[in-house]
T-cell receptor, first 109, second 116 residues
Framework: QKEVEQDPGPLSVPEGAIVSLNCTYS??????FMWYRQYSRKGPELLMYTYSSGNKEDGRFTAQVDKSSKYISLFIRDSQPSDSATYLC?????????FGRGTSLIVHP | DTGVSQNPRHKITKRGQNVTFRCDPISEHNRLYWYRQTLGQGPEFLTY????????KSRLLSDRFSAERPKGSFSTLEIQRTEQGDSAMYLCASSLASSGGLNEQFFGPGTRLTVL
């Protein structure tokens, strides 16, 4: 079983929609999680990270960890066409972070 | 620009040729990672350095792959006798080691390799 799993999508939404991107993880001992955004043919860029459980908000983005179900989520409010990208979740807090395969998001005007 | 840089950005080569990629990490970062990413997949770990020491290599890293980080600064990744299956984006990332911390990684723009 992979440490972090994501549905690859694509997920297509209209501009202004609330987007929910999700990952599951395998080990309840994992504490740190990261969300990266990757535009086509570019390197990933860190959006947010969370530690343990609960929510973390940054502008239009909210990251959430549910340790009981081993589920991590990224919510994007008022989505914009510029949010169209692949979103990667990752487990941090170790020497070698591991990544999900990414979910492709398309926000159409 | 003080981010991670990689060169070249694109490389097209013929099967059997050798290629070398370079990564310049963020200057104060002591950890440097190489990943490979193919279409529709997340980055797959290849190897990482702490300072100049190569501490771990993935089983994905065949004998044709070698990486160095002389003096703990920039790093090179060489692929010998390239195969078509080596075609991918090669990503470099750096981080600042901290005990029990996040290990937040910063990625470069990647080198896209096409093997004909």
């Amino acid at each position: 079983q992979k440490e972090v799993e994501q549905d690859p999508g694509p997920l297509s939404v209209p501009e202004g929609a609330i987007v929910s991107l999700n990952c599951t993880y395998s080990n309840s001992a994992f504490q740190y999680f990261m969300w990266y955004r990757q535009y086509s043919r570019k390197g990933p860029e860190l959006l947010m990270y969370t530690y343990s459980s609960g929510n973390k908000e940054d502008g239009r983005f909210t990251a959430q960890v549910d340790k009981s179900s081993k589920y991590i989520s990224l919510f994007i409010r008022d989505s914009q066409p510029s949010d169209s990208a692949t979103y990667l979740c990752a487990r941090g807090g170790s020497y070698i972070p591991t990544f999900g395969r990414g979910t492709s998001l398309i926000v159409h005007p | 620009d003080t981010g991670v840089s990689q060169n070249p950005r694109h490389k097209i080569t013929k099967r059997g040729q050798n290629v070398t990629f370079r990564c310049d990490p963020i200057s104060e970062h002591n950890r440097l990672y190489w990943y490979r990413q193919t279409l529709g997949q997340g980055p797959e770990f290849l190897t990482y350095f702490q300072n100049e020491a190569q501490l771990e290599k993935s089983r994905l890293l065949s004998d044709r792959f070698s990486a160095e980080r002389p003096k703990g600064s920039f790093s090179t990744l060489e692929i010998q006798r390239t195969e078509q299956g080596d075609s991918a984006m090669y990503l470099c990332a750096s981080s600042l080691a901290s005990s029990g911390g996040l290990n937040e990684q910063f990625f470069g723009p990647g080198t896209r390799l096409t093997v004909l």
